[in-house]
């Protein structure tokens, strides 16, 4: 599979949705409890992203895209709108001596925690330049956009407070090989169209930092 670093250039209509989906096996037990089991560790997102009332130049942008990734084939970015600015989330704590940290936002609620990794560091130009800092201080690192993960010039002190702030992205695939539009009506003489793609995220390349 391909990662195309590129987005679909149209802005998406009204009734854009987004949503994170688990995968959870629930066994019902004869004492009507149940037993839950988490098949993944991360929520994969899937997105309706609607182009309604568009013209031809629009619409061949979308299928460019579409023959690109040969349907379902390839990978390329998109913007979550519900959910693409970080602004001085946690996402770890230093122990003194690791330097490489996987990107996210570090949840935590009444003793429980749960880090929602970032796997795409955003290419748009008026995306602000990410910054890592340690406990609230600026600091040198390095940034894999492709990955979502930071590398440290100096290991953080044991039990510092690493946040970061910056856009991001999600590695997606079409959900679909097929891609059907309609002609509705016309405007200004030509016809319009309406189509929705359908896309839903997919695991980031398997790069290391290093490479």
């Given at each position: ?147 979502g993960k930071v590398v440290f010039d100096t290991p953080p002190a044991d039990g ?52």
């Amino acid at each position: 599979m391909l990662y195309i670093d590129a987005y679909i250039e149209k802005c998406p209509g009204f009734a854009w949705e987004g949503a994170p989906n688990f995968n959870t096996t629930v066994h019902r037990l004869r004492n009507k409890g149940r037993r839950a089991n988490a098949r993944w560790s991360q929520p994969q997102w899937r997105f309706t992203v609607p182009f309604n009332n568009t013209f031809p130049e629009h619409y061949q942008q979308v299928l460019d895209m579409q023959l690109v990734c040969r349907g379902r084939k390839n990978a390329f970015r998109v913007r979550n709108w519900l959910f693409y600015k970080a602004v001085g989330w946690k996402f770890g704590t230093g122990d003194g001596a690791t330097t490489e940290f996987q990107l996210g936002r570090l949840v935590e609620i009444a003793g429980e925690s749960f880090l929602h990794e970032v796997h795409a560091l955003s290419l748009d130009a008026a995306a602000p330049t990410p910054v890592a800092m340690v406990n609230g201080t600026p600091a040198a690192a390095t940034f894999y956009g492709r990955i979502g993960k930071v590398v440290f010039d100096t290991p953080p002190a044991d039990g510092a407070i690493l946040t970061w702030s910056g856009w991001f992205d999600f590695w997606v695939c079409f959900a679909t090989d097929d891609f059907p539009a309609s002609i509705d009506t016309k405007s200004g003489g030509e016809f319009v169209t309406n189509y929705t793609a359908d896309l839903e995220e997919v695991p980031p390349p398997d790069e290391a930092t290093s490479s």
